[in-house]
């Protein structure tokens, strides 16, 4: 099997616990209005075999340690979840830490074929970590194009089979910062069983260079990356449940 592969990274910090070998996969059907990798929206990319990837992974394999391990991402990595679910079965072969990071928007709870897929994810999968975009449906629209709906829903399957799952929030001015909005999110992540941490995640302005490149136009161009006062809030709020 082959999947679309963006890029690798093998010092990975930022994406679950330790030090992570981090493949960036192909495609992605959010149009995320602060997206700071749209040359990952497409799916023409260079393919790499399940083998090929995992040869790649296994010469870090001593260097990230028992307190690492891989994550994919994207794009939107689990557009190629048949990918996903055979590398991550021959990694954990290896005993190594599996981890996605995903917005959920590919589970369809009303498909048989989606929800038999995804649990098959689950059981070669050590961490979800789950992007909330927006927890209001229409302003979800507005944000990414596409509705909150199935995200919710993978967060409820990830938390009835007791999978651990971070939550990540972008705070963006104006759209994700609002006490109320915070407060919604809060209330949602406090009804799951499985939410080992929340992660805040400040907007920033650093991927503007590649629309430039790509020829496209950035679409919030002239927003400032939010104030300390209301990262700090929302981390309240979100982290601390206060």
């Known amino acids: 099997m082959t999947g679309r592969i963006h890029s690798f990274?093998?010092?990975?910090?930022?994406?679950g616990p330790g030090i992570r070998f981090v493949v960036f996969l192909q495609g992605c059907p959010l149009r995320c209005q602060y997206c700071h990798n749209p040359d990952t929206w497409g799916a023409d990319a260079p393919e790499?075999?399940?083998?090929?990837?995992?040869?790649?992974?296994?010469?870090?394999?001593?260097?990230?340690?028992?307190?690492?391990?891989v994550t994919v991402t994207g794009g939107e990595p689990l557009l190629?979840?048949?990918?996903?679910?055979?590398?991550?079965?021959?990694?954990?072969?290896?005993?190594?830490?599996?981890?996605?990071?995903?917005?959920?928007?590919?589970?369809?709870?009303?498909?048989?074929?989606?929800?038999?897929k995804h649990k098959k994810l689950l059981q070669v999968t050590d961490l979800f970590l789950l992007d909330i975009k927006h927890i209001d449906d229409e302003a979800c629209k507005k944000l990414t194009g596409q509705s909150n709906a199935h995200t919710l829903a993978f967060a409820?399957?990830?938390?009835?089979?007791?999978?651990?799952?971070?939550?990540?929030?972008?705070?963006?001015?104006?759209?994700?910062?609002?006490?109320?909005v915070l407060r919604r999110t809060r209330a949602f992540i406090d009804g799951l069983s499985s939410v080992e941490k929340v992660e805040v995640l400040p907007y920033?302005?650093?991927?503007?260079?590649?629309?430039?490149?790509?020829?496209?136009?950035?679409?919030?161009?002239?927003?400032?990356?939010?104030s300390k006062e209301k990262v700090l809030n929302a981390k309240r709020i979100l982290c601390e449940g206060r």
């Open 80 to 116: 190629q979840i048949d990918f996903v679910i055979e590398l991550f079965t021959l990694l954990k072969s290896k005993g190594i830490h599996t981890c996605v990071d995903t917005s959920g928007i590919t589970f369809n709870p009303d498909s048989a074929i989606s929800v038999e």
């Open 156 to 180: 409820k399957f990830l938390s009835e089979r007791k999978k651990p799952t971070w939550i990540r929030q972008v705070i963006l001015p104006g759209v994700t910062d609002e006490d109320e």
């Open 204 to 226: 920033h302005t650093m991927g503007t260079a590649k629309y430039e490149r790509l020829g496209i136009e950035y679409p919030l161009k002239g927003v400032a990356a939010p």
């Open 48 to 69: 790499y075999t399940v083998e090929d990837v995992a040869a790649r992974i296994l010469r870090y394999k001593n260097y990230f340690g028992d307190k690492g391990g």
């Open 9 to 15: 990274e093998s010092f990975g910090t930022v994406d």
